[in-house]
Every structure is written in structure tokens, then in C-alpha cells.
């Protein structure tokens, strides 16, 4: 752009009470309380000015009316629209941590819905009027369901693990196999949580080998408790050898030490009947004997981010008078979500219809491939020949540091099209309203039906048919 040019063009830029008498920018007004529309007026002036120093400005185009009255809206919208929103999984990922991972169930999203009306018997004991215990409302369920003496919840398991640590074995050791020192996500490892908690790590036994007689080696006037970590989110296979934690438990009576267990994912039901292994059940640690045991509620529990903490009440009570439990305590909406999803496991019979993460991972494939068909279907009507739309045969997972080896068969809609790419027509899903988070592969956008929600097919084609219309320009 020349410099007489920039010199033209800055020249042409209105000022903020020229704009606010605009027909268009009225309207906004009318929708819009005035401070925000004279901010979005300045920072879209603004923008444009820095355009045209730049040099990157289109011309003239970009000063008309229409132009800069739709910036200053798309401003607008940009600063009234939350930065949390829900959006439409169809990664296949089940619980997939970057959008939240569990869905919560109807029932726990409905307790929500009710509690946030107004106030709660968050810490009241309705029968005597007296202050009662938060951890009431979901300590028996979780101790009927568990089979476990006592139970306690915190914010997540990485605090659940902190604060059963911080109380058991300040200041003193902790054995470990040094192949269960596991990073839990967000760069968080087992050897950092425990040393923030304050006690010592004594690794015992080889990466993929470690023996009953590591630790009795290992175990002395120092040892304050044994610790076994499920790793959840990886897998060491081939040339190896773990302690079970019915040796490990019979190892700890006979040393006088308790024995922890951080389970991760947490499960409270046998997957195997659905294809998927290796997920030990909190049911089966209690069984065990194992004195404490962590687990998240929002992986395959299907509940909200929580670190629940199920065990020997001699140990809950010790963690309850902690003063980091006040600090890691979870507030109304958390026990609302898991009470509700709690109470769903009661009854068996419904589970996996009702809670939306086992329902995800139990479902057939051939439901799958009929979903995906009428999609496929639906997503033609809406888009005419703009996308090549097929079905295909393809992998889910299970995500959020569970069961990393199961792949899950499924069913996906494929969509090409020469007028776009696959990262491009990606992105655009990414960034619309709704947003669509899809996976991509041999060039093609996979949409995985599998973790679909109700009714948002529909919000998809919608989706697709606006992009396809600004992209032919139509």
C-alpha cells in the first residue's frame, strides 16, 4: 500500500460519536448496553487503524458501513459469549479430559439444575436444625456401594493422594515399585505428589519387575506405608512381574503397615463383558483388605472431577481432622453431581442406560454403524455435493488415563470435499457456534458417532451447511 494511500485511508477512519449515529449501530445499541458498544467501536477502529500502518488492510472496503458495523458486532458477540461453552464431542474419545471428560448423567444435571435455584442443606442436619457434615450427604453411599468402612471426597485423586500421604506418612517412607511412579497428566507425577505431601519415596523392585520380597527388603523402622499405583493410563508388557494387592495387604499385617492403593481411574462395575480388561473395581480393593484406596469420580465412575477416598475408618477419620481436607474440600455442585450419579448405581439393572459414560462404552456396534448411517444421511440433505460424505469402520478410545490398551470398534461419517481441506473444514467446526470437535485421518474429517449426544446430529448439519455456504461463497 503506498503511503498517500495510508495516508487516505487513516484519514477515512470514523470517529467513535460518528459511528454511534449509525443506523446499524443503533440496532446494537438496542441489544447491547452502551459501554461495551463504545468499546467494541474503539477496538475495532482500532484494529483497522493498526491494519492500515501495517499495511495489511484491504482498501476501502474494510471503512464502509456495513464493513465496520459488522467488526464492532462480531465484537460484540466475541465479549458477551462465555469462554466456557458446551460443545459436541465427536473425537470418539469417551472421556476426553480437554472437553471435560465424564458426561454427567440426566439425573445428576437435573440435582444440579435445582440446587443452583437457590440455598441447600449443604452443611445442615435437617432433623436436629444443628450443623451437620458436607460429606455426609454422600459418605454412606459411597460405603454401601464400596463395601468400605468410610469415605471421604476432595476437588480430584491427585489431592485425594496428597492429603491420604500428608496424613499417613509425613516425614517418613513410603515404598513404592518403581514401575508404578506414574505421571498422572498436566506434568503431575507420583514422586512429586509425595513429596509435597511431605513423606519420603522409596522405590523398590525394576521397572517392569518387582517382587513381595522388593518390599519386605525395603520396609524398615521408617516405612509408614506401602502404596500401590493402578497405572491407569499406560501399560508395561512383556518380561515382567507386579505384586497383587492381596500379597501386598498380607505383607503389610505381617510389618504392622497400612497399604494404600491409587486405583485412578476408578470403576465400580466388571467392563469385561464389553471387551474391556485389566480395570480392576473398587469393590475388588476393599475385598482385599487394602486399608486406603483413591479414585476420580469423573472417568469411569461418570461423575463430576472429585478425589474420592474409600477405606478403614481409623484412616478416613485421621484425613478428616487434616487441615488440608479444608483446603481440598468440594463444594455444592460437586456432591449434588455425585450423589445423583451415586444413587444411579443402586440399581444395577439401569446403570448403563443411565450414566452416559458406561453407556458410550457398552453400546454395540451395530447401533453405531445405524447411527452413523443416519447421519450420513441427514449431513447429504444438508450439504448437498459441496462434501463427499461416507461411513466407515473405525477405533474409539476410551481416553481421560483409562484402560490405554482398549480400542473400542465403531463406526464414523467421512467427510472430503476439493474445496476445502480436512484441517480447514476441522477448524471451522472447531471454531463455529456450535463448536464440533471431529479427528482426522487419510485426509478426511472423522466424525465418531459413539460419543454424540441426543439431538446433536441435527446441531452438526446445521454446522456443516453454514460452512459449506461460506466456503462456495453462496
Not at 459511528?19 to 484494529?47: N, T
Not at 488415563?401 to 473444514?425: C, D, H, K, M, Y
Request: hydrophobic fraction near 45%; charged fraction near 25%; aromatic fraction near 4%.
Amino acid at each position: 500500500m503506498a503511503g498517500k494511500g495510508k495516508e487516505h485511508l487513516l484519514r477515512s477512519l470514523p470517529g467513535v460519536d460518528e459511528v454511534l449515529q449509525w443506523e446499524e449501530i443503533k440496532g446494537l445499541l438496542a441489544s447491547y448496553p452502551r459501554p461495551l458498544v463504545v468499546g467494541a467501536i474503539r477496538q475495532a477502529v482500532g484494529k483497522l487503524r493498526a491494519q492500515i500502518l501495517a499495511e495489511t488492510c484491504a482498501g476501502d472496503q474494510e471503512l464502509t458501513r456495513p464493513a465496520l458495523a459488522r467488526r464492532v458486532e462480531e465484537v460484540l458477540v466475541a465479549e458477551t459469549t462465555p469462554n466456557l461453552r458446551p460443545v459436541i464431542n465427536a473425537t470418539g474419545v469417551v472421556l476426553h479430559t480437554n472437553l471435560g471428560r465424564a458426561v454427567l448423567a440426566e439425573a445428576a444435571r437435573e440435582h444440579l439444575s435445582a440446587i443452583a435455584r437457590g440455598y441447600c442443606n449443604l452443611e445442615v442436619d435437617l432433623e436436629t436444625g444443628e450443623r451437620g457434615s458436607r460429606y455426609s450427604h454422600v459418605e454412606e453411599l459411597l460405603t454401601r456401594l464400596t463395601g468400605a468402612e468410610g469415605a471421604l471426597v476432595v476437588n480430584n485423586n491427585a489431592a485425594a493422594v496428597l492429603l491420604a500421604l500428608n496424613t499417613l506418612a509425613k516425614g517418613r517412607e513410603v515404598l513404592v515399585s518403581r514401575g508404578q511412579l506414574v505421571e498422572i497428566g498436566g506434568a503431575f507425577r507420583i514422586p512429586e505428589v509425595m513429596e509435597w505431601s511431605g513423606c519420603r519415596l522409596v522405590e523398590v523392585g525394576a521397572t517392569n519387575k518387582t517382587r513381595l520380597e522388593d518390599y519386605r527388603q525395603a520396609a524398615g523402622p521408617e516405612t509408614a506405608l506401602l502404596l500401590k499405583v493402578h497405572t491407569s493410563n499406560y501399560r508395561i508388557l512383556g518380561f515382567t512381574a507386579e505384586v497383587g494387592k492381596t500379597e501386598l495387604v498380607e505383607l503389610g499385617r505381617e510389618l504392622g503397615l497400612p497399604v494404600m492403593e491409587d486405583l485412578g481411574s476408578g470403576v465400580f462395575m466388571d467392563l469385561t463383558p464389553y471387551g474391556l480388561y485389566g480395570e480392576p473395581t473398587v469393590q475388588e480393593s476393599v475385598d482385599a483388605g487394602v486399608d486406603v484406596i483413591t479414585f476420580s469420580g469423573d472417568k469411569l465412575l461418570g461423575g463430576p472431577q472429585a478425589g474420592i477416598i474409600v477405606g478403614k475408618n481409623r484412616y478416613l477419620e485421621a484425613m478428616k481432622k487434616n487441615p488440608l481436607t479444608r483446603a481440598l474440600r468440594i463444594d455444592k455442585f460437586t456432591l449434588g453431581a455425585l450423589e445423583a450419579t451415586l444413587r444411579l448405581y443402586l440399581n444395577p439393572e439401569d446403570v448403563l442406560a443411565k450414566i452416559p459414560v458406561l453407556q458410550m462404552l457398552s453400546v454395540s456396534p451395530d447401533v453405531l454403524a445405524e447411527r452413523a448411517r443416519s447421519l450420513a444421511g441427514q449431513i447429504e440433505a444438508a450439504v448437498g455435493s459441496f462434501l463427499q460424505v461416507d461411513v466407515a469402520q473405525d477405533q474409539s478410545e476410551v481416553g481421560g488415563g483409562a484402560l490405554p490398551l482398549a480400542q473400542l470398534p465403531t463406526w464414523v461419517v467421512t467427510l472430503e470435499s476439493p474445496f476445502i481441506s480436512a484441517a480447514a473444514l476441522a477448524a471451522r467446526l472447531r471454531q463455529g457456534e456450535p463448536s464440533v470437535f471431529a479427528r482426522i485421518a487419510a485426509q478426511r474429517v472423522l466424525l465418531d458417532v459413539r460419543t454424540l449426544q441426543e439431538g446433536e446430529e441435527k446441531e452438526i448439519c446445521t454446522a456443516l451447511a453454514k460452512i459449506c455456504k461460506s466456503a462456495s461463497g453462496s
